[in-house]
């Protein structure tokens, strides 16, 4: 089921969120929506809170191209547990923050923990778009926005943009 998605600025997206304690059904069932959420929009990721869930949950699926199969991770509790001296520049963008993009600067390499859907504890080292992914989408757990990193003139004509945007689509 496809849920919609909360565009910036929203309370809901500037929250630190909370752990997860248990992996109940209705997460499990969270977790199903925000991925045909994410493949529907489409992207790579998309953190809980971007559909009102203020829970540490993430999904995300990095594979490039049609013929490649899809890897969709659900990431429940995560943590960056080591990261890369080295930066890397990525052009990102945000299903929150529609067709605006920007160079952020993070480690290129990250080692992320986190709890899988099936309750067990998971480590995996990223790197490329994955590493860029994952640590975009723990931001939002910690409710902030690839936007923060910028100057805050950029950032103030992208929150008026979106305003105008949200008022838009509120008048249908
Ligand atoms: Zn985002």
Sequence with gaps: MIRPILIHPDPRL???????TEITPDLRKLAEDMLDTMYDAPGVGLAAPQVGVTKRLLVMDCVKGPDLPQRPMVLFNPSVTWASEDLNTYEEGCLSIPDQYADVERPARVRVAWTGIDGLPQ??????????????????????????YLGPLKRQMITRKMEKLKRERARG
């Design 123 to 148: 480590e995996e080292e990223f790197e490329g778009l994955w590493a860029t992914c994952v640590q975009h989408e723990i931001d939002h757990l910690n409710g902030k926005l690839f936007i923060d």
């Design 14 to 20: 500037k929250k630190v969120c909370d752990p997860v």
